[in-house]
Every structure is written in structure tokens, then in C-alpha cells.
């Protein structure tokens, strides 16, 4: 486990919406389908996507989602931001690729639980 204010120090973010930087983190989910995150996405994971909608706030809304991060350069609608400081997500972008980003946080030691 990890807690949202580490996961910075092994990734570079552009943070969008703090949330809550003490929040641990369990496992993470990469993926854009919707709803292969919908089944996939356990309660306290952290998301890696390239999606910048709004519906990304939605579903992790509704999985508990506390952190969901924007890979591959790509930036949020302003509607998806908003929606995560209403919601206290934690929002931030990278430039690195989800597989790359993946890998630092598995190096980091945030493995996907068993």
C-alpha cells in the first residue's frame, strides 16, 4: 500500500485535483473500456487511463476510485476536474505511458493484491 502523496514521488505529475493525499491506495486498474472498470476496479485502487471525460468521475465514483491518473500527455475536460474536487479524487496527469507509469508504481512496490 501506498498513500496518494508517495505515488508522486515515483511518477512526474501534473496534479489536477489533490483529493486525499493521505488516502492508502491497495492495487491498481489500467484500462480506458468503462466498463472493464466497472468490474475490474476494486475500492481504494488507484486508475490509470487516457480517458478525459467526465464519465471517468462517474465510474470511479461508483468503485471508490480514489485516484485516477491521466497517462500518455493527454489532458482532462474541465467538466472531469471539476467533478473530482467535488468528489475529493485525486486527479494528476503524466506524460509517461500507462505501461511505463505502471511500472514505476510496481517498482514503488503498489502490486496488484492477490
Given at each position: 500500500?501506498?498513500?496518494?502523496?508517495?505515488?508522486?514521488?515515483?511518477?512526474?505529475?501534473?496534479?489536477?485535483?489533490?483529493?486525499?493525499?493521505a488516502?492508502?491506495?491497495?492495487?491498481?486498474?489500467?484500462g480506458?473500456?468503462?466498463?472493464?472498470?466497472?468490474?475490474?476496479?476494486?475500492?481504494?485502487?488507484?486508475?490509470?487511463?487516457?480517458?478525459?471525460?467526465?464519465?471517468?468521475?462517474?465510474?470511479?465514483?461508483l468503485?471508490?476510485?480514489p485516484?485516477?491518473?491521466?497517462?500518455?500527455g493527454?489532458?482532462?475536460?474541465?467538466?472531469?476536474?471539476?467533478?473530482?474536487?467535488?468528489?475529493?479524487?485525486?486527479?494528476?496527469?503524466t506524460?509517461?505511458?500507462?505501461?511505463?507509469?505502471?511500472?514505476?508504481?510496481?517498482?514503488?512496490?503498489?502490486?496488484?493484491?492477490?
Open positions: 500500500m501506498m498513500r496518494v502523496s508517495e505515488i508522486g514521488d515515483c511518477l512526474d505529475l501534473t496534479v489536477c485535483s489533490p483529493g486525499d493525499q488516502r492508502e491506495i491497495g492495487g491498481v486498474v489500467s480506458d473500456l468503462l466498463s472493464f472498470i466497472m468490474a475490474e476496479a476494486r475500492e481504494g485502487w488507484m486508475w490509470i487511463t487516457i480517458q478525459v471525460h467526465l464519465n471517468v468521475a462517474a465510474v470511479a465514483v468503485k471508490d476510485v485516484f485516477i491518473l491521466i497517462a500518455s493527454r489532458k482532462p475536460e474541465k467538466e472531469l476536474v471539476d467533478r473530482c474536487l467535488s468528489e475529493g479524487i485525486t486527479l494528476a496527469c506524460r509517461l505511458s500507462a505501461f511505463e507509469a505502471a511500472g514505476r508504481l510496481w517498482e514503488a512496490g503498489l502490486g496488484r493484491p492477490s
